[in-house]
């Protein structure tokens, strides 16, 4: 089995920074893919940003600028550090892991459990 947790959203005013985290842990064999994305209320969950092994980066062009994602490998921990935050970055935001959990098994998604992110003055 495989646990991810979030940890780090909260209440921030308008051009204000958040630093998301999630942590994977349990049977890991090696994890390539780890991501972040969003859900607003009434709206589509929607990628926020990917980082692969190899430090491919992919961004949404509304966060282009503002959001950087990083990983700690050691770890198996992924970041979002959040800037200049704006009202429309109000969201939960839910941290995906794709981990092969030996060397024979196949790869399988795990999400967390989401974190609240709500920006407003």
């Known amino acids: 089995q495989v646990q991810v947790v979030e940890s780090g959203g909260g209440l921030v005013q308008p051009g204000g920074s958040l630093r998301l985290s999630c942590a994977a842990s349990?049977?890991?064999?090696?994890?390539?893919?780890m991501g972040w994305y969003r859900q607003a209320p009434g709206k589509q969950r929607e990628l926020v940003a990917t980082?692969?092994?190899?430090?491919?980066?992919i961004y949404a062009d509304s966060v282009k600028g503002r959001f950087t994602i990083s990983r700690d490998n050691a770890k198996n921990t992924v970041y979002l550090q959040m800037n200049s935050l704006k009202p429309e970055d109000t969201a939960v935001y839910y941290c995906?892991?794709?981990?092969?959990?030996?060397?024979?098994?196949?790869?399988?998604?795990?999400w967390g459990q989401g974190t609240q992110v709500t920006v407003s003055s």
């Open positions: 995906r892991t794709d981990v092969r959990s030996s060397v024979r098994s196949a790869v399988y998604a795990y």
């Open positions: 980082s692969t092994s190899g430090s491919s980066t």
């Open positions: 349990g049977s890991i064999f090696s994890i390539n893919f």
